[in-house]
C-alpha cells in the first residue's frame, strides 16, 4: 500500500507505505501495524510500529471540525 504527496509545483515530496500483511482488524476497524512515511526532499523517514491498540468510545462529530482542529481546542 502506497500513498504518494505532492508539492504545489508538483514534484514527489513524500512517500508513505504499508504493508498489507501488516493491516489488522481491530473489530472493525483494520489497523496497520507498521507504517512508514519517507521525506524525499529532506532524504528522511519515520517508521511507526503499532504494538496495543485501545479503540475508546465514538467521539462527538463536532470535535471535528475545522474550526475546532485548527484551534486545538476540544
Do not use: C, H, W
Amino acid at each position: 500500500l502506497q500513498v504518494e504527496f505532492y508539492a504545489a509545483g508538483g514534484q514527489l515530496r513524500k512517500v508513505l507505505t504499508a504493508d498489507p500483511e501488516q493491516i489488522r482488524p481491530e473489530g472493525t476497524v483494520p489497523v496497520p501495524r507498521r507504517f512508514e512515511m519517507r521525506n524525499l526532499r529532506q532524504e528522511t523517514s519515520t517508521e511507526v510500529r503499532v504494538e496495543t491498540v485501545e479503540l475508546g468510545p465514538k467521539q462527538k462529530r463536532a470535535l471535528f471540525t475545522s474550526r475546532n482542529l485548527e484551534s486545538g481546542r476540544d
